[in-house]
């Protein structure tokens, strides 16, 4: 199939002339980063997905062990920390858009992931992907990333392109397009000519012969953008299109910017020659070109790019000009690419492996060369830890469901590991319910280990059917199809009180769960397709309870193996500190890092904190330089404020005792968490301005202040403590009894 | 050289402008120079009227665009001028007849259909005529530009259908529409397609 571009052959020649003309041979626009002695002049970002820097099974190398030229890369040249977390819910899309905006979900729209429910008026449910194009608006009417003042949050990608910094992204959540026809639309308007040409392949026949067509609008458009500096030669040509941020604080207008490989590859490759092929295809770091798996060039699938296409895409983004480049990795414990279906003429079936696997191995070994090739490359082309900023974090880690490696001694290395048993446990908590406890009432969860329930009508907290679901679903017990042992689904229960304080509830009342059930990881709950159970209870095909291949690698969860990540920082105002796990932070904190690294500045107030920790002193604004003061606020900060911070998880064991108990208790309870999300709130928002206006307005952080204000969270961190710890024992207290 | 880069300059300005989301205003009306002299959609029409007034235009661009050299494929033969085309056709498939043409008169198509269907016979005329004989079955709509023709094949509409869709909107493009609404089968389904 074709789907020939409007302006055909001439493109390359226009373009390369009209970059000429622009008088760079890389075409790039002034880009005017502002770190310590201009030192910093590319910034690259790298997204890994559940690539897992500590070890799942402790006779194997961990995925980052497995991939040297990377690891190395970073403890050598820089700092790793393994003490690094995610937001909640645990999950891809709240996680990356968190470390790209530095804000929880509450603040950007998104906290939970990679769909959510929401509630229309007349109480039904109904569901939108949390992967959208930043300016779309999801299935609520809303803004996808929904800002707490009902605005679409700022994009990250406005300090650089003010700064004159052009910025590449290569699949990462929602600076490219995530979603056909819809981002098209959003865009290049309704009724455009790419939405109609895209609708029209969508729409054909879903036979095999027609399977490239219907793919080749998520290869033309999906996963690839570049957002342009004001007067880049790079969107000064037919391939640009306005980059409109409507709500940006302070207007952003006369930004241009390339969406999609149809767009932005004939760019690119007159720009940046060498990483394509005559015809004006990238390639990855082998010199393969970037194709679908019908060997149309462009993406190359749905989202699970290879390390050879991304870094291979990076290079040439670098190569082109582009000094800011956001990229995504796909895991590696999962097949890919998945071949094609002979029958189908669609990628087969999902294939997920256990630690020290054979193909697992292979994956990774990949990889590492790849990274072995990007670095090199970037070396050549002077690209280096000298002048460039690498950030490099996985969304998060997550767990393994299966049984035990065969042979117990296997290393994946010199004996590879093999599995009778993989794949998650799936339930359909519907039928269950119905079976268990006679409970039909209507409801619907977002597919999850930590599913969150919309129960239909949207009762209130206090109201007896959501306080009879709350219950009856903790009183789920199953037998786990693994190890024949009867276990319970739900291992802590969040009310909308408690996600408040957890920074899930957003601007929009209509997102707000019912509840959250964070989960037993080892299963991934469902519901049939009435929520209901309708009558089928468990006596009933299909089994209420199954072990489901192809799905082995849970997240969404608030178990530390989950949400427990790492991150990676090298290049200049990066100090050398190898492996350090000493300092607690999450995905808040990344991007107050690198912008303050950049000296650039958001339009907003992030709810992380510039990790000094890993910074030396000479890259930092002189009121962080060797600021105790700034440090102990800092710290204390985030486990006053970040989810997995102290008052974050004693609170969520508080709220899960006080959701099962009785209703006194938990009117009682429900007057304590406001209070303490008030006071919380209020004190956060204080540290934060404190926080922000030492990094970025130069505004030292006073001791008596400091002294103050840390006195006040360690209040608030100890009475939620002492909360938890007292409903704890009261509660082990009765057991014993 | 500094002459050819002011063309080339001027011309990607120009095809910027067009195609840029600042106008927001609806096609073909006050859409600045370029739109309002040059560019003209056609909402296919049998009408004779218009079609002649419209192959004025759309010989005046083409021919422009016409270059030197015939490579019709070997079922395909193409001569002529722009107001004058002859096809010869022996079972070839509408992709490799439009090849030709965009090949000889620069005739611009985009389509998702495999284009599959076959031809044969002589077919003489107007280049937009006979395109849309051609295109006898299909859903389309034509555009005429500076740079020639620009053709959007849909797909083979049904039997009755006689619906055109312009190639470019007719009104401005609507923009903000929500997201699709999923149930929560559909988002685990997509969830998991989507792979991340």
Known sequence: MRHQRIFGATTPLLLGAALLFGGSATAQAACGLKSADNKIKHVVHIQFDNVHLRRDNPNVPSDLEQMPNLLNFMQNNGTVSGNHHTPLISHTATDILTVLTGAYGDRMGVPVANSYGFFHSDGSVGFSSSFLYWTALAGDGKPELLSENGKIFPAPWVPFTRAGCDVGAYSIANMEFESVPGDVRTVFGTGSPEDIAVSAALNLPRTPANAPARQAPSTDYLGIAVHCAQGSPLCNNSHARTDALPDEPGGYNGFNALFGSVNVAPVLCAAAPAGCNGSGAVKDTDGAVIADAYGRPGFPNTFSPLAKQSLGYAATMLEAGIPVVYVYLADAHDRNPLPLDPTTNLPGAAHAFGAGEAEYVAQLKAYDVAFGKFFARLAADGINKDNTLFFVTADENDHFVGGPASPANCDGIHVPCTYAQIGEVDTFLDRLLLTQRSNTTPFDIHFDDAPTFYIHGNPGPQDPLTRTMERDVDALQVTNPITNRVEKLNAFMADRAEMGLLHMITSNPARSPSFTMFGNPDYFNETSSASTGLGHDCSQTPACVFEAPGFAWNHGDVQKQITRTWMGMVGPGVIHAGRNDRVFSDHTDLRPTMIALAGLKDDYTHDGRVLIEFLDDHALPKSLRRSEDFLELAQVYKQLNAPLGSVGLDSLRLANRSILGDDAGYAKFLATIADITTQRDALAAEIKSLLEAAAFDNQPIKEQQEDQLVRRARGIIDRAADLAHDEHDRDHDHDRH | ?196
């Open chain 2, 1 to 196: 050289m500094t002459s050819m880069i002011g063309i080339t300059t001027t011309i990607v300005t120009e095809r910027t402008r067009r195609s840029s989301n600042n106008d927001r205003r609806p096609a073909g009306v006050a859409g600045g120079f370029l739109r309002k002299h040059t560019e003209l959609v056609l909402m296919v029409s049998r009408s004779p009227a218009l079609l002649r007034r419209l192959l004025v235009l759309a010989i005046t661009s083409a021919a422009l665009l016409a270059g030197p050299g015939n490579a019709a494929r070997a079922q395909v033969s193409v001569d002529g001028r722009p107001d004058a085309v002859h096809i010869e056709a022996r079972d070839a498939t509408l992709r490799e007849v439009f090849d030709a043409l965009q090949t000889k008169f620069g005739l611009h198509y985009r389509t998702d259909d495999a284009l599959e269907k076959r031809k044969t016979g002589v077919f003489d005329g107007p280049l937009l005529r006979v395109t849309a004989r051609m295109l006898d079955g299909y859903d389309f709509a034509m555009k005429v530009t500076p740079e020639g023709i620009d053709v959007l094949v849909l797909r083979q509409n049904q039997a009755d259908s006689k619906a055109v869709i312009s190639a470019t909107p007719v009104s401005a493009p609507a923009k903000g529409s929500p997201a699709p609404v999923m149930t929560a089968a559909q988002a685990n389904r997509y969830e998991r397609e989507h792979y991340r």
